[in-house]
T-cell receptor
Framework: QEKVQQSPESLIVPEGAMSSLNCTFS?????SIWWYQQHPGKGPEALI?????GNKKEGRLTVYLNRASLHVSLHIRDSQPSDSAVYLC?????????????FGIGTLLSVKP | DMKVTQMPRYLIKRMGENVLLECGQD?????MYWYRQDPGLGLQLIYI???????SEGDIPKGYRVSRKKREHFSLILDSAKTNQTSVYFC???????????FGSGTRLLVI
């Protein structure tokens, strides 16, 4: 069973700063890696995904993937109070029950004005 | 409006009662999912449905069953609820083979 671990558990940054979140996974043959954002009382929302080694940039978000070290990171530039949420790392895998996402426990990001 | 709707939002049941959680989507997604989310454990997959009457166990199916008779509707049933089934339950949907799931807002179930 794929394992997904996230660090740190929580992160506090000032408004305008860079937020950096980390995720490690256990299977280098995993398919795509996803980041989801979850606000209190809401369901997760897909933010950004990456499949190939290297980086991918979308707006203020940049994701870095290194399959050799089984590590992916999410960086949020110019963090805003509205970015405060739990960020979930998810790994897409194929198994006996087909394609599914395995989620980490999450990182709680608080952006202080 | 593309969304996943879960009913009810909050539910309190006594141990031993049957529980029905309902989920609907308006995006014609083939695949639907039920997850539960608990502190310290994260989201855990209960069941996957690939289409009508095509369901597969996830990672923690014990104590649950599902029903999908229409593509847009997926139900989670707890027969004789237990206190350890107290949790937040999320339904999600996606196109076949895709990993950008659309989640509902969850049902908060308390079993006393």
């Amino acid at each position: 069973q794929e394992k997904v671990q996230q660090s740190p558990e929580s992160l506090i940054v000032p408004e305008g700063a860079m937020s950096s979140l980390n995720c490690t996974f256990s299977n280098s043959a995993s398919q795509s890696i996803w980041w989801y954002q979850q606000h209190p009382g809401k369901g997760p929302e897909a933010l950004i995904s990456i499949f190939s080694n290297g980086n991918k940039k979308e707006g203020r978000l940049t994701v870095y993937l290194n399959r050799a070290s089984l590590h992916v990171s999410l960086h949020i530039r110019d963090s805003q109070p509205s970015d405060s949420a739990v960020y979930l790392c998810a790994v897409s895998t194929y198994g006996s029950s087909g394609n599914k996402l395995i989620f980490g426990i999450g990182t709680l990001l608080s952006v202080k004005p | 409006d593309m969304k996943v709707t879960q009913m009810p939002r909050y539910l309190i049941k006594r141990m031993g009662e049957n529980v029905l959680l309902e989920c609907g989507q308006d995006m014609s997604h083939e695949t639907m999912y039920w997850y539960r989310q608990d502190p310290g454990l994260g989201l855990q997959l209960i069941y996957i449905s690939y289409d009508v009457d095509s369901n597969s166990e996830g990672d923690i199916p014990k104590g649950y069953r599902v029903s999908r008779k229409k593509r847009e509707h997926f139900s989670l049933i707890l027969d004789s609820a237990k206190t350890n089934q107290t949790s937040v339950y999320f339904c999600a949907s996606s196109f076949a083979g895709r990993s950008d799931y659309t989640f509902g807002s969850g049902t908060r179930l308390l079993v006393i």
